[in-house]
């Protein structure tokens, strides 16, 4: 590994696997985050750096908010042009984020990056450890289906565009499994950090 930059963790896993929660728990151990859907929501956010190049090519999916995610998902779901468009413009900007956090914690042992479609869109080769989130599929689709809004039809969808989560244990180098307690669950957590950085010391 090179020693001129911090060890990169990266953390995926599918829709209502409980990913979000396990990255806070890594930031509660003092790994810095760098979250790729919140970067996602800093560029199209009010002011955000996209908003004029989106409402450009989808016109009428932004206001003074920003963008209006659920306007811009329905020009986009089900269209695989329309979605190539919108990630040729959103990926180049996240990298450049991504970029400008690894320089900002350059002196840390490990990092983390957040990152939903690590395996679809290729990322895995860019960090150093793969850690995937995983729970059982009845977890999953009753986490999913409590959201606001959402509908089996778009669940069905959502996970039709994402790597099927026993493609992705395989491909992991470390399984947090959050069927378990919200406790258990941050002990394993704990253990890992404890053991990558043994492991870099």
Sequence with gaps: ??????????????????????????VDEGVPLFDADA???QLQGPDGALVEQIEALFPGTTNSEGVDRQKLGAAVLGDAAALQRLEEL????VAD??????????DQP?????????????GAGGVDHIVVVSAGPEHQ??????????????????KSLQM?????????????????SHAETRRQVQKLVEKLKASLA
Aim: proline share 7%; no cysteine.
């Design 141 to 158: 689709r009753s986490r999913v289906l409590a959201r606001p809004g959402m509908s089996e039809q778009r669940f069905e969808q959502i």
């Design 1 to 26: 590994m090179p020693q001129d930059r911090p060890f990169i963790i990266g953390l995926t896993g599918s829709i209502g696997m409980g990913k979000s929660t396990v990255a806070q728990m890594f």
């Design 164 to 180: 099927p989560d026993a493609d992705k244990r395989q491909k992991a180098d470390s399984l947090i499994n959050t069927a378990l």
């Design 90 to 93: 959103i990926h180049p900007a």
């Design 97 to 106: 984020l991504r970029r400008a956090f690894l320089e900002k914690h350059r």
């Design 110 to 122: 490990i990092i983390l990056f957040d990152i939903p479609l690590l395996f679809e869109k290729g």
């Design 39 to 41: 970067a996602v929501h």
